[in-house]
């Protein structure tokens, strides 16, 4: 009996660590406005997605850090936004990100799509803390990490998060 | 204007490059739904060790056939495609073979500890290796969650720290 529980018990566990997973595949984290705000030498206009003047002056600390730039991701920035996705080799869900990514930057003008393997980017995945692959992170049109996604990503997420990346800025 | 596709990034090609034929991916998710009910057994059988021994030495057997020959190579795989692919309609979804064959690596190691503590008097190591690996293959069977391939940057991480 006690083996039966046990076995219900390590089930019940996995069900709840899979549902925690899921739920968490491709969900869009944006980069507070306040830190996007913070003033950076080479800023360009309308990048920010409108935060609050208040973020300007303080906390801009290692705020470069949180900028791509073409020769770090080895592929020029997108216009608008460029998707950097963080892949390995033994991961099967990279795959189909990499394949719904593809489609929406080859649809939308001025959006790119850069897939690199971690293996050889690991001070990327140091500088970012990046713990799974896939993991994107998105880029606006000055190279600004504004947001990031890990696990599986689909469609609906990388248009949604692509939306909110492009708050501000005007449509063509 | 998609910059990726006229220009792919060298390291996009070299990632697509060499990629070996996708297979199925329900073959491993079948196969990770038998090691699932086998490890469900090597716990029930907590009144019988030596039986419990056995089976879960039977499991960490097929693991060792998945690493040593692919994920295709094991028993689950080919009772995959003689039993159940032919009666579930054409294949929808395929992978690189690769991943699932690093997830059998990790199974390999999860139960192998666990038969070789077990075969040296470690009674309680038996079913803490079949819990853990349970965990595993039901996520993988249940979820198309693939936890090895998940710890795999970590373990990138570590080694290169």
């Known amino acids: ?172 | 204007m998609n910059q990726h596709a006229p220009a792919p990034h060298p390291t996009t090609a070299a990632v697509a490059a060499e990629r070996p034929d996708g297979i199925d991916v329900r073959g491993p998710r079948f196969g990770a739904g038998v090691t699932a009910v086998l490890l469900v057994l090597v716990l029930l059988l907590g009144a019988w060790p030596g039986v419990a021994l056995a089976l879960l030495a039977v499991v960490a057997a097929s693991f060792a056939l998945g690493v040593a020959r692919g994920v295709s190579g094991t028993w689950q795989a080919a009772v995959f495609r003689r039993v159940v692919a032919p009666r579930v309609g054409p294949v929808v979804e395929r992978e690189d073979p690769r991943p699932p064959r690093f997830a059998q690596l990790v199974g390999l190691l999860v139960t192998g500890v666990g038969v070789l503590l077990g075969a040296l008097g470690v009674a309680v190591a038996v079913p803490v290796a079949a819990a853990v690996a349970l965990v595993a293959a039901f996520l993988n069977a249940a979820f198309g969650l693939c936890l090895g391939c998940e710890l795999y940057l970590l373990g990138l991480r570590l080694r290169r720290a």
């Open chain 1, 1 to 172: 009996m006690d083996r039966v529980l046990l076995v219900l018990g390590v089930l019940a566990l996995a069900v709840v660590v899979g549902l925690v997973w899921r739920s968490r595949n491709g969900r869009f984290t944006p980069v507070p406005p306040s830190v996007l705000a913070a003033p950076s030498p080479d800023a360009a206009d309308g990048q920010s997605s409108g935060g609050p003047a208040a973020g300007g002056a303080g906390g801009t600390d290692g705020r470069r850090d949180d900028r791509l730039t073409a020769a770090e991701i080895g592929a020029p920035l997108g216009a608008v936004a460029t998707f950097v996705q963080l892949s390995s080799e033994v991961c099967t869900p990279c795959r189909r990100t990499h394949a719904v990514l593809a489609a929406v930057a080859d649809e939308h003008d001025g959006v790119s799509h850069v897939d690199l393997d971690v293996a050889q980017h690991l001070d990327l995945v140091r500088r970012f803390g990046v713990m799974r692959t896939p993991t994107v992170l998105l880029l606006d049109a000055s190279g600004a990490v504004v947001g990031r996604m890990s696990g599986a990503t689909d469609r609906r997420q990388a248009l949604a998060a692509l939306d909110s990346c492009r708050r501000g800025v005007a449509p063509r």
